[in-house]
Each structure stands twice: as structure tokens, then as C-alpha cells.
């Protein structure tokens, strides 16, 4: 149902803000006649109903209108995004701030004023290292330890998982019985809570878990896998693709689906190979989806937390403690609670991410450009 | 609905605002069994005594009194009562209970426990009551050294002796782990006690890297190495998390288990029949010293509370003798009240192994050193403790030698110190 008076044409203007308050109440006066069918629709009701609201609506309307006189019609905005404005800085500007003046402060104390200034000694103390590719040649070996941990894990998630994704969303994308299954399926373990993965797992790989009872009965015998330093951590890795694969490989099935059939068919047409076809046609098209999967996939790995967790609990020793341990640790967990510490770490952590996402989007922008 | 909403926000305000005139006193309690059930039960005979005061009991996890109320209390919005286990680390937040009760009582109840409370700052404030005195200790499953034609070590045998013996049962019962220690710097540092170290000098100062202590460092971990240990609890978990290994014990699967007194409620219930266990008490080190860790629990007040004579005679109304004696029988807990201990207690629905047991770890008291004393009672405890698990955890699973794992432990404790203060 279309208001003749709207949308506004070129000839109707709305008031500017040297007219002010006037024209725009003037024009409300003016304004064009509801459409007659509309007014066909109106029962007795309406007008009643109507008289009823009008003077709730007055209420508001004399406030706004005295502010409009006092602001401008332009400055009258900022009223109406005060109340974000207000959630937004309270809830996110504000914490980052403190995060920033807390990172700069030591001892334990929990209120800012009673804390003492130390200035960037914090981030001195995490980066003072004789070595920093040996967290035992470092004063805070525990955040070199989990940062060389964060980077491995990193690497190998996210390249593991991107390459898993990318061949499940091809195979997905393929002409196989029961697709739409299959396509639940993995995209499923998304759906789980991280603290629910970590505790199926655990409970498949304890000493006396699931996997060791299959492998005691096949006779080949069973494995303390989580006492072990590298199984638990391969099994971290492994637990976090098995989470995670699903999303991104539900965006790389949108990209591929994205392309265009005719391009396929005319390489068929040429006799092109499929795996000549997978790699000058799928690969190149599919490169900007692939972008946006392997930062978002970067990111998600740098804040790695819960799941790793709640299965290790970081151990054995520190084989399995990520960055964002290390922070929650040294904030909230260990004593006394090195509120300064920790900030000064989720500072870096947040750098690195800031710098993960201005790449995503220089590259993000290369490529809509062309 | 606005008039819903109105009524709503009334009635809310209406019922924050009643309590506040009733004097409401919220107790955060957490329980190892029944504490929380049966002070509630006990409060209400206060409550009816003092009509017009409401004690609430919220009862939360342990976790969250370790790391919730400490940051409350910093804000300012803590509870006005709450049992806590860092006795001396959050002295700072205290009510000072001198000006209501009878000091000469609570002297004479309490004794040395009062000190526990006092923390870095010393005085003679009364800042709470010892509710549950606990000691570690070993428990031994009898069963397992009948079925193995094993001789059980004697009174005074050695932490050698016990493990030989371990091994030696586990070995001709088939059973997975010899000897199991929860994972804590606080069970920790009994056996190093008994190994020489002094952790908490007399004049106060605190070492984690003396010879001693580095003694039983490396026996710790040659024997996580060797298998007599259970490996799960120490190298299974990361940073300075809590392990027990009770239910490895409750299943069977340990012959030697060093946790504490107040594991024996829960073995009392969950073991049943299935096998014979007993308490041995603390084994001695090479120099003779059989030192366990007291420890335990106390109930506090917080000055920042609206009520303080309330809080006041709440604590106090728990801590006298009929009352403390009650609660101490139906937790099944050892009694720090000196009264209550002379008078002896009747464990209510004890079985005969777990008033045998309460009996063991009470006797074993006499043994603990000073310096066992003087570390519960030492502010920052819960810095030492958590440094002892993270470093001996990592020298187990190879990360750090023994003796970096040693020197770390001495760089970490300057540091926690230097950010305490």
C-alpha cells in the first residue's frame, strides 16, 4: 500500500536548519491527506482511539519540541543516540579506558585510586626477555610460554581447519546422496557450548575414557593421552577444529555456491581436468571468501580459551595454557590478583588482533577494488 | 502493564526496603559436606531468640569464596558474614568482635587459632571463629595391603617406607597408583616440613627454596616419574587449579591417599563396605619430623557490614560450646574450640572407621611443627600455594629441572611479595 505524498520527491524539501522550527510545523499542518482508501479502512474506533493517544503524545511531543527549539533540528540527533551513546560508552568505551589505566598501575589492590603508577612497567616486565624464543630466559616465563603456545596452536588450528573446511564445503557442495544431512551435520558441533565439547572429549580421552576402553578391547592398549604434553595438546588442536569447523565451512560453501556454473561448464567444455578446474577456477574465485575465513579463523585462535580449559585446564604443567589463561590466571584466578599485569597482556593480545582486522580489511578493500 | 510494572518495581523496593529494617545478616557459607545445612538449622534458633534479625544463608562453591569475595570485599559490596578458608589474607576486611563478646572466653575457646585471623598486621583484634579445625594426613586401603600380604609401616616409618610399601601392594594387587597427594601447595607442605624445610622461618620470613624444600621437590618428582605417584594429579592440570584425588581412592585404585581430615565425611558415605580404609596420619621425613598441615575453616565478620553487634553476637552465639559442640557433631569435623576438644566429641552417624579416622587425625595434631602452624597462619599462603603447584607441575612434566624449577619458585615468591605489599 503506497502513500502517495511519499516517498518525498525532489520538489518537496525537508526544512533545513536555518528555517527551523516554523516550516516544519507548518508543514506537518500541510501535510498531504491519508490515501482514501485508508481512510475507507478507519472504523469509528480510530478517531476515538486517536483523541485518546493525542494528548499521551502531547506530552512528549511539547519536550521534543522545546528542545528542538533549543538545539536545532541538527543538533536535536544527538538526543536521540544519547541513550546508546550512554550504553555503549558505559559498557564499552569505558572498560577500555580502565583496561588502559589499569595496565598502567601495579600491586593487587582492586581500586584504581589505591593503586600506584608504575607507567609501562607492566609491559617491561612481560617483555623482558635475554631470550624471547626461550620463556626460560624470561622474567614472566609463564606469558612467553603461553604466547610461542597461542602461535603454535594457532598455526596449526587454523591451518588445519581451513584446509578441513575447505574440503568438506567441496564435497558438500557436490552432487552426494542425503546432502542436507551431511550439511547438519558438520555444521552441528557449532551449535555446542565450548565447556560441552571440552567435557565429551574428556570424557572420550581420560585414562578410563571411551577411546582407552576401545583400544584395551581391540588389544592394542590404552594411552594416558591428556598426562602426555604433545597428545594434549594435538588433542586441544584437534577438539577446537572438530568445534569450529562447521561455520567456516558453511562460509566457504556460500562462497562456492557463489560461483557461477558457466564458468565450470565452459571449462568442461575446453576438456579441462577437474583438478585444473579446482585450482584456476575455484581457488582464484573463492580467494576473497577464503580471506575472510582465515582472519576470522586468526582471530577466533588468538582468543582460544574455554574449550582448552575447561579440557586441560592448560596442563600438563603449561603445555596447553593459551594467552587468554595466562590473563584470566594472573587476574583473577592466582594471589595476589595482578589486575595490572593482566590488563598490560589483553593490551598486546588486542593489539595483534587490531592489526589481524586492519589486514583483513586493507585486504578485504584490495580485493573489492580489484 | 505499566501498571504491572509499577506494582513490580514497588513491591520490589518495598521488599528490599523491609529486610533492611529487620536487620538482615547474609552469611555466604560454602560446605566441604553439611556445614551450610546445619548452621542455617542452628541460626534459627538465633533468629528466634532475637526477633527482628533474619541470618541468610547463601550457600555458594568454594571457588567462589576464593575468588568472588575477595574482589566484593575490595568493592565494598561483600556479605556481612562468611566462612573462608584465606584465614590471614583478607584480615584487612575484618570486624573486630573485641568490643561485643567476652574476650576471656574466646581466648580461652580459641587460643592460637586467633592469631590465623590477624594476618600481616598482628594485634590482638578477635577477628573470627575457627569453625573447623582440619589437619592432612594419609588415608591407607586396608583391603588392598590384606589381599597383598603386606605389612602396614609403623607409626613412625618414613615417607620411603610408606612408598616401598605402595608399590609393593600395587604391584601384587594390579591396582593403578601406589600414592597419590591432592594438588595444592598446602598438602604439599607437610611432607616438605618433614623433609627440613622451614617455609615460614620464626621471624616471620617466608622461603620456598631451601634445602628441604627442595629435598622433597625432587622426591615429589622422581617419584611422579617413577610411577609411584599418580601422575593425573599433578601433571593432568594447568596454572594452580585444585586436583584431588579422591575419587581414584573411593574407586579403589589407590592404596596411598595424603589429603586431610575433611575428606572423611565423604569416604565415611561413599565408600561403604566396598573396602577397609584407615588414617595413618603424616609419615616422617629423614629427619624425623612427622609434620602434617592444620588448616581448616572460620567464620568472619566483614567491618564494611550495616550491623556489626549483629554480626557480632551471630559469631559469637556460634561459637559457644553447646552450640559449636552441636555443629562440630553433626559436620563431622575436628573442633578448634579447646573446650569442645576437652570434653570430646560424639560424631553423629559416624561409622566406626570414620570416628576411628577423626580420632587418628585428631591424635596427629600434636605432631605438626610450628613452622606447619606458622605458614597457615602467614598472609600470603595462597600466593605460596598456588606457586608450589604451577613449578613442581612443571618439573614433573619436564618443563623446568628441578633445580630451575627450585630457583623460579624463590623469583616468584620475591615478586608476589613486592605486589602484595
Redesign the interface.
Known amino acids: 500500500m503506497r502513500w502517495p505524498g511519499w516517498p518525498p520527491t525532489s520538489r518537496r524539501r525537508w526544512p533545513t536548519r536555518s528555517k527551523g522550527v516554523a516550516e516544519t510545523k507548518g508543514q506537518g499542518a500541510t501535510a498531504p491527506a491519508p490515501p482514501p482508501e485508508m481512510t475507507a479502512l478507519r472504523g469509528a474506533g480510530d478517531g476515538f482511539a486517536l483523541r485518546l493517544i493525542s494528548p499521551v503524545m502531547r506530552l512528549v511531543e511539547i519536550p521534543m519540541i522545546a528542545l528542538q527549539r533549543l538545539l536545532g533540528i541538527n543538533r536535536l540527533a544527538w538526543v536521540f543516540l544519547a541513550p546508546n551513546l550512554l550504553l555503549f560508552g558505559l559498557f564499552a568505551f569505558l572498560p577500555v579506558i580502565l583496561n588502559v589505566a589499569y595496565a598502567t598501575t601495579?600491586?593487587?589492590?582492586?581500586?584504581l585510586a589505591d593503586r600506584p603508577q608504575i607507567g609501562m612497567g607492566n609491559f617491561e616486565r612481560l617483555l623482558d626477555c635475554a631470550n624471547h624464543l626461550d620463556p626460560?630466559t624470561c622474567r614472566e616465563?609463564?606469558f612467553w610460554?603461553a604466547v610461542w603456545n597461542t602461535l603454535w596452536f594457532v598455526t596449526l588450528q587454523v591451518g588445519i581447519m581451513v584446509g578441513f573446511s575447505l574440503l568438506t564445503a567441496i564435497v558438500l557442495n557436490g552432487k552426494i546422496r542425503a546432502r542436507g544431512f551431511f550439511r547438519s551435520v558438520f555444521f552441528f558441533p557449532v551449535l555446542l557450548s565450548p565447556v560441552v565439547v571440552a567435557l565429551i572429549w574428556k570424557w572420550m580421552l581420560q585414562?578410563n575414557g571411551v577411546l582407552n576402553a576401545f583400544l584395551d578391547w581391540a588389544g592394542i592398549g590404552g594411552y594416558?593421552w591428556?598426562?602426555d604434553?604433545q597428545w594434549a595438546f594435538a588433542w586441544s588442536v584437534f577438539l577446537s577444529v572438530w568445534a569450529h569447523m562447521g561455520f567456516y565451512t558453511l562460509i566457504l560453501l556460500a562462497g562456492l555456491q557463489a560461483i557461477p556454473r558457466d564458468v565450470y561448464e565452459a571449462a568442461t567444455m575446453d576438456r579441462a581436468s577437474p583438478w585444473r578446474a579446482f585450482r584456476r577456477i575455484t581457488l582464484p574465485l573463492l580467494a576473497p571468501t577464503m580471506l575472510v575465513v582465515l582472519v576470522l579463523a586468526l582471530i577466533k585462535g588468538v582468543q582460544t580459551f574455554d574449550e582448552v580449559y575447561a579440557f586441560?585446564?592448560?596442563?600438563?604443567?603449561?603445555?596447553?595454557?593459551f594467552i587468554i589463561?595466562y590473563i584470566y590466571?594472573e587476574g583473577?584466578?592466582?594471589?595476589?590478583?595482578?589486575f595490572g599485569l593482566s590488563a598490560a597482556a589483553s593490551l598486546l593480545v588486542a593489539f595483534v588482533l587490531v592489526v589481524l582486522t586492519l589486514v583483513q580489511l586493507w585486504v578485504n578493500r584490495k580485493s573489492v577494488d580489484g | 502493564m505499566t501498571h504491572l510494572k509499577l506494582l513490580g518495581t514497588t513491591a520490589l523496593a518495598l521488599g528490599l526496603a523491609a529486610p533492611a529494617m529487620a536487620q538482615e545478616i547474609r552469611f555466604m557459607c560454602y560446605s566441604d559436606g553439611n556445614e551450610c545445612e546445619v548452621y542455617d538449622d542452628v541460626l534459627t534458633r538465633f533468629e528466634a531468640a532475637n526477633p527482628g534479625v533474619d541470618v541468610i544463608v547463601d550457600v555458594v562453591p568454594y571457588q567462589a569464596i576464593l575468588?568472588n569475595l575477595?574482589?566484593q570485599l575490595?568493592?565494598g559490596s561483600g556479605p556481612d558474614i562468611a566462612k573462608v578458608t584465606?584465614l590471614g589474607?583478607l584480615s584487612q576486611y575484618y570486624l573486630d568482635l573485641a568490643p561485643y563478646i567476652d574476650r576471656a572466653y574466646w581466648e580461652a575457646s580459641f587460643g592460637d587459632t586467633l592469631g590465623w585471623y590477624r594476618g600481616a598486621a598482628g594485634g590482638d583484634a578477635i577477628n573470627g571463629m575457627h569453625s573447623q579445625l582440619t589437619i592432612t594426613g594419609a588415608f591407607v586401603n586396608a583391603t588392598l595391603f590384606e589381599q597383598a600380604g603386606v605389612e602396614m609401616p609403623g607409626a613412625d616409618a618414613t615417607w620411603d617406607d610408606w612408598a616401598e610399601a605402595a608399590r609393593s601392594v600395587a604391584a601384587a594387587t594390579e591396582t593403578p597408583f601406589p600414592m597419590a597427594i591432592d594438588r595444592t601447595g598446602h598438602r604439599f607442605a607437610g611432607p616438605a616440613i618433614s623433609y627440613g624445610a622451614a617455609i615460614v622461618a620464626e621471624d616471620g620470613t617466608p622461603t620456598l627454596s631451601d634445602e628441604g624444600f627442595a629435598a622433597f621437590t625432587a622426591q615429589f618428582v622422581e617419584w611422579n616419574n617413577d610411577g609411584t605417584m599418580a601422575?593425573?594429579v599433578w601433571?593432568?592440570?594447568?596454572?594452580?587449579?585444585y586436583q584431588d584425588a579422591a575419587q581414584e581412592f573411593i574407586n579403589g585404585e589407590l592404596v596411598f591417599y595424603y589429603s586431610g581430615s575433611w575428606q572423611v565425611g565423604r569416604m565415611d558415605s561413599t565408600v561403604g563396605d566396598l573396602f577397609d580404609w584407615q588414617v595413618v596420619g603424616s609419615p616422617c621425613g629423614p629427619a624425623g619430623v612427622c609434620s602434617g598441615m592444620p588448616g581448616g575453616a572460620g567464620i568472619v565478620g566483614f567491618s564494611a557490614t550495616q550491623h556489626p553487634e549483629v554480626v557480632a553476637a551471630v559469631i559469637d552465639f556460634l561459637a559457644q560450646e553447646d552450640i559449636y559442640a552441636e555443629v562440630t557433631a553433626r559436620t563431622r569435623n575436628l573442633p578448634a574450640h579447646l573446650g569442645v576438644a576437652q570434653a570430646g566429641v560424639e560424631f553423629e552417624g559416624a561409622s566406626p572407621a570414620a570416628a576411628a579416622a577423626l580420632s587418628a587425625f585428631a591424635a596427629d595434631l600434636a605432631d605438626v611443627a610450628p613452622s606447619a602452624f606458622r605458614y597457615q597462619g602467614y598472609a600470603?599462603n595462597?600466593?605460596m600455594?598456588?606457586i608450589t603447584a604451577?613449578r613442581v607441575?612443571?618439573a614433573?612434566?619436564?618443563?623446568?629441572s628441578v633445580e630451575?624449577a627450585v630457583a623460579?619458585m624463590a623469583a616468584d615468591l620475591e615478586a608476589?611479595l613486592a605486589?602484595?605489599?
Open positions: 601495579g600491586g593487587a589492590n582492586v581500586m626460560n616465563d609463564k610460554r585414562r594416558n591428556l598426562v604434553a586441560t585446564g592448560g596442563g600438563p604443567g603449561t603445555a596447553t595454557t589463561q590466571e583473577f584466578a592466582g594471589s595476589p590478583r595482578l | 575468588e575477595p574482589i575490595a568493592a584465606d589474607g601422575r593425573d601433571a593432568g592440570q594447568g596454572g594452580a587449579t600470603n595462597r600466593a600455594f598456588g604451577e607441575s612443571q614433573i612434566v619436564g618443563e623446568l630451575d623460579r608476589a605486589d602484595a605489599q
